[in-house]
């Protein structure tokens, strides 16, 4: 069975203080995996998309990079407004284009 | 531009009512997503449809109908709502056909079932 696994759960920084989210999928044929924040009440926003091991994708202090078998979302001395909830998701081949997300990580960065 | 549009944003309704979750796009994308999320259980594919005029089941169907009206609107529908059902519900949007597979989000619809 296809799994996305995300850890941890929660992660609390404070201010300046970098840090990596991590996950990590068993998935047969994986086309794209997809990271995306979400705030509060709001809906997921997009982040990035990454489709090969070894690539890499920045985005002022989030940076993302893939593996074989995980990706990990690094924090560089990240701000409160970097708290939010973060999301991976893995699109297969042959999958119609359909998502499978982890559960998240809760990131919360402290002033 | 307002990218992905659901309309109502929070509803409660009683066991066994009807109700209608309606979203739009306008990005000119060729495919739309219906999710549930679920707090512990992440986002979950109820139903999709590839392009105007085709739907098809995801993860959780069951309990649920959905309607793709045009290009741009996709509803999907509660025919007698349970209290499992209870969730928020987000529509996404992306277009495949032009090398864009990246799905865009709604802002969600928070329903409560009684």
């Known amino acids: 069975e296809d799994q996305v696994t995300q850890s941890p759960e929660a992660l609390r920084l404070q201010e300046g203080e970098s840090s990596s989210l991590n996950c990590s999928y068993t998935?047969?044929?994986?086309?794209?995996l997809f990271w995306y924040r979400q705030d509060p009440g709001k809906g997921p926003e997009f982040l990035f998309t990454?489709?090969?091991a070894g690539e890499e994708k920045e985005k002022e202090r989030l940076k993302a990079t893939l593996t074989k078998k995980e990706s990990f979302l690094h924090i560089t001395a990240p701000k409160p407004e970097d708290s939010a909830t973060y999301l991976c998701?893995?699109?297969?081949?042959?999958?119609?284009?359909?998502?499978?997300f982890g559960k998240g990580t809760l990131l919360t960065v402290n002033p | 531009n307002a990218g992905v549009t659901q309309t109502p944003k929070f509803q409660v309704l009683k066991t066994g009512q009807s109700m209608t979750l309606q979203c739009a796009q306008d990005?000119?994308?060729?495919?739309m997503y219906w999710y549930r999320q679920d707090p512990g259980m992440g986002l979950r594919l109820i139903y999709y449809?590839?392009?105007?005029?085709?739907?098809d089941k995801g993860e959780v169907p069951n309990g649920y109908n959905v309607s793709r009206l045009n290009k741009r609107e996709f509803s999907l529908r509660l025919e007698s709502a349970a209290p499992s059902q209870t969730s928020v519900y987000f529509c996404?949007?992306?277009?495949?056909?032009?090398?864009?597979?990246?799905?865009?989000f709604g802002p969600g619809t928070r329903l409560l079932v009684l």
């Open positions: 990454l489709y090969s």
């Open positions: 449809s590839a392009s105007e005029g085709t739907t």
């Open positions: 996404a949007s992306s277009d495949e056909l032009a090398g864009r597979e990246t799905q865009y």
């Open positions: 998935v047969s044929g994986l086309r794209g």
């Open positions: 990005m000119n994308h060729n495919s």
């Open positions: 998701a893995v699109q297969l081949v042959g999958s119609n284009y359909k998502l499978t």
